[in-house]
């Protein structure tokens, strides 16, 4: 079956541009996860949806990042007004839930702002 | 709150080694552990994880990892490595609560002929 699929797989934007990045996570997983890798800094955790319920939005850096989730499927992340501290890896995982469900992650969209 | 500690960024060994990546966990409640592998620009796998069935847990690869809850841990080992292990991994931790994952910052492990 298809896997977490995300687009696209990169983007070069100017500072002070918007962008969306997009997640089609596995059909039927009802948690929703964006996380954002930095090189040597791991994995930064940003938002998740369960359906399309975001219950914590603490992980988002500032007021320019914004998630939706619609129809407990398709996740789109905002940026908006780039900084070039925005540029990183931002990698989408869905689960079957919470707790002891393994993360199946996208290949991840690398965004750079110039 | 849970927190995840991953020893030395990079490991490096020679092809037919013994492989050893270090975790150690902070969790109050008993957790769920989880060992992902990532290679060069794509995304996490999971290759094991440990969910209370048994401490000792075997994943793909050949790779398998121990729970020790009096240390803490939950390395991942292999026997001996082989140049397609070359690669990120990263321990994660997920216990009470929301249940978010945590991640270590990663192990980079170079595997040398």
Avoid at chain 1, 18 to 43: F, K, N
Avoid at chain 1, 99 to 111: A, I
Avoid at chain 2, 17 to 30: F, G, I
Avoid at chain 2, 34 to 47: E, K, R
Wanted: aromatic fraction near 12%; glycine fraction near 10%; proline fraction near 5%.
């Amino acid at each position: 079956g298809a896997g977490v699929s995300q687009s696209p797989s990169n983007k070069v934007t100017e500072k002070g541009k918007d962008v969306e990045l997009r997640c089609d996570p596995i059909s039927g997983h009802t948690a929703l996860y964006w996380y954002r890798q930095s090189l040597g800094q791991g994995l930064e955790f940003l938002i998740y949806f369960q359906g399309n319920s975001a219950p914590d939005k603490s992980g988002l850096p500032s007021d320019r990042f914004s998630a939706e989730r619609t129809g407990g499927s398709v996740s789109t992340l905002t940026i908006q007004r780039t900084q070039q501290e925005d540029s990183a890896v931002y990698l989408c995982a869905s689960s079957f839930g919470m707790g002891g469900y393994e993360q199946y992650f996208g290949p991840g969209t690398r965004l750079t702002v110039t | 709150a849970q927190s995840v500690t991953q020893l030395g960024s990079h490991v490096s060994v020679s092809e037919g080694a013994l492989v050893l990546l270090r975790c150690n966990y902070s969790s109050s409640v008993p957790p769920y552990l989880f060992w992902y592998v990532q290679y060069p620009n794509q995304g996490l796998q999971l290759l094991l994880k440990y969910t209370s069935a048994a401490t000792l847990v075997k994943g793909i690869n050949g790779f398998e990892a121990e729970f020790k809850k009096s240390e803490t841990s939950f390395h991942l080992t292999k026997p001996s490595a082989h140049m397609s292990d070359a690669a990120e991994y990263f321990c994660a931790v997920s216990s009470g609560g929301s249940y978010i994952p945590t991640f270590g910052r990663g192990t980079s492990l170079i595997v040398h002929p």
